[in-house]
């Protein structure tokens, strides 16, 4: 009798303590600013930075191409590396928070210089378009690392954690929205036609806000019951992930959609520029991303019918049908 009793106070103790643990509407809000400041410069590195390599910055498409995949492989390397440093990281800040701290300025200052021409030429600029690159590519994984980490740092209660996600992923598109929409109308504003002068000027704005929504997370941010938990190593990780196919197939789902979706970003300013002769339509077609927020509002929908493989598997043939289309399309702006 005595045990039971035990049992059932320790049930409500930890029942209690998941109550209490509340996650405040403002630090919900200021987690999000996360995601948004990272997708207020990353997605313009993802969907403009082959088109600023050779019609602003000036290079060939081949050497811009060339640049391009040497990042990849950078990030390749960068991601489990930032991993396992986000793992080993202790400080008074917590584990995942510092993260936000130190790399808010070099992310900012890495960005804005990718979109600055320097007085360079030849190999000296190939260069410094590579490092530059490099750079605001891996301040972007190390920054970006600790987003998702984080939340279960944040607050033990599964509600919180959730609609802090929801938040995080609206104002991720947000930021995204901003991004690819107006940064290419904002450095004609201000280059007065010159065009790597408004390119600099407006990043450089963008890399502001992004430095700001990223302090004013980390200032915001609280981590909680770091010592309880377990540093899984890379062997670990690796054995778990063996043998586990819905994974696998996930994983492959995903790397093969946003290589298309990456490829296909890179395009666009292309494409209507010299298919549509209007490079502005660029800007307006990425406009129509902010629809992405009402996809994710639908989810909850679709998966309590289809389930999630079913979910998964219509939206991915939704985006194959897109992607199809647009390549049919041809001259045709409508069907675009």
């Known amino acids: ?10 049930h409500t103790a930890v029942a209690s303590s998941l109550l209490n643990d509340r996650l405040p509407w403002h630090r919900k809000i200021t987690y999000g600013f996360t995601d948004m400041s990272g997708n207020l410069l990353y997605c313009i590195i993802s969907s403009y930075m082959l088109y600023f390599f050779t019609n602003v910055f000036g290079l060939g498409v081949g050497t811009a191409g060339g640049l391009l995949l040497v990042g990849r492989f950078f ?44 007085a360079l030429s030849g190999t000296a600029k190939i260069v410094y378009a590579g490092v530059t690159y490099i750079l605001a590519d891996l301040s972007y994984t190390a920054m970006s690392t600790p987003i998702t980490s984080v939340l279960p740092n944040l607050t033990s209660n599964s509600d919180d954690r959730m609609s802090a996600n929801s938040i995080r992923l609206v104002l991720g598109n947000v930021g995204n929205f901003f991004a690819v929409t107006f940064i290419m109308p904002f450095a004609s504003l201000l280059g007065h036609g010159n065009q790597q002068r408004g390119w600099s000027l407006a990043v450089g704005v963008y890399a502001i806000i992004a430095f700001i929504l990223l302090i004013i997370a980390f200032l915001d941010m609280r981590e909680k019951n770091i010592a309880e938990e377990k540093i899984i190593t890379i062997r670990e ?36 520029q010299y298919n549509l002769g209007n490079s502005s339509l660029t800007s307006f077609f990425n406009g129509f991303s902010i629809i992405q927020v009402l996809g994710m509002a639908a989810v909850p929908f679709f998966a309590k019918y289809l389930h999630k493989w079913g979910t998964t598997v219509f939206m991915l043939a939704l985006t194959m049908i897109g992607q199809i289309w647009m390549g049919l399309a041809g001259a045709n702006v409508t069907s675009a």
Not at 90 to 109: C, D
Not at 243 to 269: D, F, S
């Open 1 to 10: 009798m005595s045990a039971n009793a035990d049992h059932a106070d320790q």
């Open 75 to 118: 990030d390749a390397i960068g991601a489990p590396v930032m991993g396992i440093l986000v793992d080993h990281t202790h400080s008074k800040y917590g584990k995942n928070r510092p993260w936000f701290l130190w790399m808010s300025l070099p992310f900012a200052v890495f960005v804005w210089l990718l979109f600055t021409t320097p």
């Open 237 to 272: 990780s690796f054995k778990a992930a063996a043998g586990n196919w819905p994974w696998v197939i996930i994983v492959l789902a995903n790397l093969i959609y946003w290589t298309a979706y990456t490829e296909r970003n890179a395009a666009l300013p292309y494409y209507f």
